[in-house]
């Protein structure tokens, strides 16, 4: 299923010291694709190669993007996005979302994982949507949330 | 614009939250301007919540700089050409 849209996406990874975050992540560029959104990671060089030397050929991973270079851009308004999803288990993470919804336009997505989801949703002063499970190993309970919001998020376009 | 890793930034405070590296600059540093989230210094970029700050003491500048994996860290480097700038804008 894939819905005509010029829409576009950032996945902005956190440090992948927890490991359902490279899971989630390809699974987003996924659901995003299904719907006919055009996603972009943006991520340290350690979360991007994770996710690259899994996919050698490159059969699901989108446009690969620096993390800085991504805020370069949005900062400088060389380019924006219509959606914006930020992996956050640590306070760094809640930074970078904070950053994100105030440099861009887009509907920022925070996506709180880890053993101390709860308090760090808690954290979460600015505009965005919060979807947090605590899920360090097994990928399924973040998965479940974020298939909720991604029912509403696309109804919403 | 330099590189910070080449200015050799002492860490004044470190793998802090980014609340605390606010709260460290308002209360030890005496002058403070606030910037927005992404303003970008030497090659880096104030990561963050608003309010964010950058100090400056004599010539040097003492900023937030957040890592992905190893939370914010509170550093000073020499400032130059960075603290006209900074003192220029609005809002200060």
Not at chain 1, 86 to 103: C, E, K, L, Q, R
Not at chain 1, 129 to 144: F, G, S, T, Y
């Amino acid at each position: 299923m894939t819905e005509n849209s010029n829409e576009n996406a950032l996945i902005l990874l956190g440090c992948p010291q927890v490991p359902v975050q490279t899971s989630m992540a390809l699974y987003l560029v996924h659901s995003l694709k299904q719907r006919g959104i055009r996603p972009v990671i943006a991520g340290t060089p350690a979360a991007r190669k994770l996710m690259e030397v899994a996919d050698p050929d490159r059969h699901y991973l989108p446009e690969m993007a620096d993390i800085d270079a991504a805020i370069d851009e949005i900062t400088e308004k060389r380019r924006d996005f219509d959606l914006c999803f930020v992996f956050i288990h640590n306070d760094s993470g809640v930074a970078y979302a904070g950053t994100m919804a105030y440099i861009s336009k887009a509907r920022v997505y925070a996506l709180i994982f880890g053993e101390h989801a709860e308090d760090l949703a808690a954290e979460i002063e600015f505009p965005c949507e919060v979807v947090a499970a605590k899920a360090v190993h097994n990928p399924m309970p973040l998965k479940r949330k974020l298939d909720e919001v991604m029912q509403w998020a696309v109804s919403k376009r | 614009m330099g590189c910070l890793e080449a200015l050799k930034p002492e860490i004044l405070l470190s793998q802090s939250s980014f609340r605390e590296a606010r709260e460290y600059i308002r209360k030890n540093v005496q002058e403070y301007h606030e910037v927005e989230p992404g303003y970008r210094i030497f090659d880096v970029h104030i990561i963050g919540v608003p309010p964010l700050y950058i100090g400056v003491e004599g010539e040097h500048l003492i900023f937030p700089y957040t890592k992905p994996c190893h939370g914010t860290f509170v550093v000073k480097v020499p400032g130059g050409e960075e603290i006209a700038r900074l003192r220029e804008r609005k809002g200060k």
